[in-house]
């Protein structure tokens, strides 16, 4: 079914520019889009927090790795997963504060033995 959308001429041209770089077309894109949308809205109107939603809310809370969750829905890209994160309302996950500064304290220790 071919649909006509009036979209700007600014998110037309990096729509263009996202799809070439994916090896795909506006209209793929637009179908991934709304393919995932479907999925998340189907799975949250569900009477379980089970599939896609719970990898999202396991993801969300920093109980899964990006790359697991990405594995398990399929994903090829961190956009993607960040798209049906927003689409489902759910918070994009945050380094805890203290993992943050284990991470600096290691990168400086590795920054000094390269001098």
């Known amino acids: ?49 089970s599939g896609v939603m719970q990898e999202l809310i396991d993801y969300s809370l920093g109980f899964k790795p990006r790359t697991a969750v990405m594995a398990t829905l399929g994903l090829d890209d961190y956009g993607s997963l960040l798209r049906l994160l927003n689409a489902a309302n759910l918070p994009h996950p945050i380094v805890p504060i203290a993992k943050r500064k284990a991470m600096v304290a290691e990168m400086k220790m590795v920054l000094q033995r390269e001098q």
């Open 1 to 49: 079914m071919n649909i006509t959308f009036a979209l700007d001429d600014e998110l037309i041209a990096a729509a263009k520019t996202v799809a070439a770089k994916h090896g795909t077309s506006v209209t793929g894109l637009v179908r991934t889009s709304l393919e995932q949308q479907v999925a998340v809205d189907n799975d949250t109107s569900s009477t379980s927090a």
